[in-house]
């Protein structure tokens, strides 16, 4: 996710903070949320907490939801209502260079590793 937002929006969600200062907050509107799910860019990062009480924002931390969570997220996308970023694709022989791309945190979406095709067994 690029943090640099030409407008205000109520809610953003992230699985990676930026590195520098969580400047990210201050494009939320008053009483706005912002939820992590991860921390792919590093386990600390600093927040202006005057960001958050003046604002009324609200942070989550999000790492258990109910298996209805899950089944609803999986029909959306079988109704092709939402759909996955991908950001690349690798064949699993070439493990290696998607954790290399992975380690850069440079990308906006999944990596995908795509297996070989199936051997059929008599």
Not at 58 to 71: I, R, S
Request: proline fraction near 7%.
């Amino acid at each position: 996710m690029y943090w640099a937002q030409a407008r205000s929006t109520s809610s953003s969600t992230s699985s990676a903070a930026p590195s520098g200062p969580l400047s990210s907050t201050s494009f939320l509107r008053a009483g706005g949320q912002y939820a992590i799910a991860g921390a792919i860019g590093g386990p600390v990062s600093e927040i202006d907490l005057r960001t958050v009480y003046l604002k009324d924002l609200t942070l989550y931390g999000c790492t258990f939801q109910p298996d209805a969570v899950f089944e609803n997220l999986i029909s959306y996308i079988q109704r092709n209502e939402i759909r996955p970023v991908v950001a690349a694709t690798y064949p699993l022989a070439e493990i290696a260079a998607a954790q290399e791309e992975f380690l850069t945190k440079k990308h906006t979406g999944k990596l995908v590793l795509i297996p070989p095709p199936a051997t059929q067994t008599n």
